[in-house]
């Protein structure tokens, strides 16, 4: 089946899928459920799919996707696979073997995308959240551009084709684009967005710099409870976007999912469930008027989801800053 999802440029040359499956699971049993959802994804028309070491299910994802290169659906240069470097790996000596033990676990040969999953460094090791006996993260100080410039290395060995950023502010963002020698500006930065955060002043200074920004948490509804405050209104439920849905003929979801192209940027959307997987599609099948647009765009609150407070103690924590 060929694929109606379009693409957009990087800065490097290479090329993205606009809309991008998101595999991230909590629980192991969601972890075996993410492969067959993949699967279905990539049988459905995705060819973007978003993972990361910290997931815990690069093996499965891998397994999905080597399975449909094997059957015949798709080819490996037909997939577009983000894979992303976890923060105890910041130290420039780990950064190569971190993405060598993901495409180890991929079977794959190449990642199309890396990333800096968050720009705080936490103490090397096995533990992805390491703590003292307190119960308090450790933490690392590492250099981000030192992090970088391992990055780049990456993508001259050919392990990664494009190189981006992830929960980065504008502040980071500019360290790594004014970096003395810098050889590969960062792709992309993929940061939680969607109507009740919708980065404005971020996509602004992105599209001025030739970087591509990228939605997570897009329909705003993984209430995670570990970082979710579960008091947060419910995006999807909004009265706005239900009385726009219904003008439209769509869902809620469908909306925010459009706005988000509409504004030009790369949106990830995450299902376990083959209807919405398929119904995720549809986005390309209607546009929004600019009048609507604005509506939607007023719906911004400043809301964040996903607030990573367990990092606030580290000079790196990226959102105390406006954007």
Request: charged share 25%; glycine share 4%; with cysteine.
């Amino acid at each position: 089946m060929n694929s109606k999802i379009q693409k957009m440029e990087l800065n490097d040359g290479h090329s993205i899928p606009v809309l991008g499956f998101g595999t991230y699971a909590t629980e192991e049993n969601l972890r075996k459920k993410s492969m067959e959802s993949t699967k279905i994804a990539i049988d459905v028309g995705f060819r973007h799919i978003d993972c990361s070491h910290l997931y815990q299910n690069e093996e499965e994802i891998g397994q999905a996707i080597v399975s449909k290169i094997e059957d015949g659906t798709v080819k490996r240069e037909d997939i577009f696979y983000t894979s992303k470097l976890w923060s105890t790996s910041h130290r420039p000596e780990l950064v190569r073997p971190s993405l060598e033990n993901s495409l180890r676990k991929l079977n794959l040969d190449y990642v199309d995308l890396y990333l800096i999953h968050f720009p705080v460094s936490l103490k090397p090791g096995d533990e992805l959240l390491p703590q003292d006996e307190h119960g308090n993260l450790i933490l690392d100080t590492v250099d981000l551009c030192d992090t970088w410039e391992a990055m780049e290395k990456c993508k001259d060995a050919g392990l990664a084709k494009s190189i981006g950023v992830s929960n980065f502010n504008r502040r980071q963002l500019e360290k790594i684009l004014n970096k003395p020698g810098l050889k590969h500006r960062p792709v992309c930065n993929q940061v939680e967005c969607h109507l009740y955060l919708n980065q404005s002043k971020l996509l602004a200074y992105c599209k001025m710099n030739d970087i591509v920004l990228v939605a997570y948490g897009a329909l705003g509804t993984q209430r995670y409870k570990y970082c979710i405050n579960e008091d947060t209104p419910v995006l999807l439920d909004d009265p706005i976007l239900c009385t726009m849905a219904k003008k439209y003929k769509r869902t809620p979801a469908l909306i925010a999912l459009r706005y988000q192209l509409e504004r030009g940027i790369v949106t990830l959307v995450k299902s376990f469930n083959e209807e919405r997987i398929r119904e995720n599609l549809q986005v390309f099948d209607f546009q929004l008027a600019s009048d609507d647009m604005e509506i939607l765009d007023n719906l911004d609150r400043n809301l964040r989801y996903f607030p990573a407070n367990m990092f606030k103690a580290h000079p790196n924590f990226p959102f105390s800053d406006e954007y």
